[in-house]
């Protein structure tokens, strides 16, 4: 999971889990799939978040628990050589 890339519907930037952990976000498993990293990250993104208002959001994913989680959609990882 910690691989996948995100892509934020509103700016289109992706965004690993590795990208929010080198910015030193707080929480990042609860964030790098939902908010995008222009948030936290100055010149990168905007500040998108799926928990607003409008839900834009295209891919829900259900966890273990049977929850269903709004998710940005999945990202290519081709062009990105991350651990």
């Known amino acids: 999971?910690?691989?996948?890339?995100?892509?934020?519907?509103?700016?289109e930037e992706t965004q690993s889990f590795r990208e929010f952990v080198d910015a030193r976000v707080d929480n990042p498993d609860a964030k790098f799939y939902f908010?995008?990293?222009?948030?936290?990250?100055?010149?990168?993104?905007?500040?998108?978040?799926?928990?607003?208002?409008?839900?834009?959001?295209?891919?829900?994913?259900?966890?273990?628990e049977g929850t269903t989680i709004a998710v940005m959609e999945f990202a290519d990882v081709e062009n990105k050589n991350e651990p």
């Open 1 to 11: 999971m910690h691989k996948w890339r995100f892509k934020c519907p509103v700016c």
């Open 35 to 64: 908010s995008c990293i222009g948030r936290w990250v100055k010149d990168r993104g905007c500040d998108w978040t799926l928990g607003g208002l409008f839900r834009i959001h295209k891919t829900e994913v259900i966890d273990p």
